[in-house]
């Protein structure tokens, strides 16, 4: 029989299901309280999706399928393991990382954002990262002081 009508791993095979490592950023990893249990948790849902692969029994489409919950495994794994818990603010004087901040933008609109870490960080769902431009121009200011950010003015309203 010719080796072409045979079912063998390949060295092709097996490097079609390396995935790259998704990226870690270089700067520190704070997390809220909330943020660290949700990195848990996205680790332990990666755990049991690779787990759940472990079924398959035909040896590539266990690779093909194991592969993005081996990557995800990796990644929450790493950054559970380089958190750093930032407890919450006790003064809420001065913008800092976990406050809570409503501003008013030159244009009129008025825009509210918790400031996160880089996981948690949801602009839809009203949550920023603390690396992000808009976070950094307004951290150490308090109500009333001004920053511009991409050709606008704003006004930083409340803080909580």
């Known amino acids: 029989m010719s080796v072409a ?13 390396l995935l790259p ?3 870690i950023s270089p700067h520190p990893n704070l997390v809220t309280e909330a943020g660290l249990k949700a ?25 093909r399928q194991a592969a993005s ?15 750093q818990v930032v407890p919450e603010q006790t003064s809420i004087g001065t913008v800092a990382f976990g406050s809570t901040v409503t501003f008013s933008r030159s244009d009129g609109r008025v825009q509210m954002y918790r400031i996160v870490g880089e996981d948690e960080a949801d602009p ?18 308090v ?10 003015e704003l006004e930083i309203i409340t803080i909580s």
């Open 5 to 17: 009508f045979t079912k063998e791993e390949s060295s092709e095979t097996a490097s079609e299901t």
């Open 39 to 63: 990195l848990e948790l996205q680790l332990q849902q990666a755990r049991e999706a690779y787990d759940a692969t472990s079924t398959i029994e035909d040896v590539n489409e266990r690779r």
């Open 69 to 83: 919950p081996l990557r995800d495994t990796r990644y929450f794994a790493a950054r559970v393991r380089t958190a």
């Open 143 to 152: 109500v009333g002081d001004v920053v511009s950010a991409g050709g606008q």
């Open 21 to 23: 490592e998704r990226p």
């Open 124 to 141: 839809k769902a009203g949550s920023i990262s603390y690396v992000s431009p808009v976070a950094r121009l307004l951290m150490g200011k």
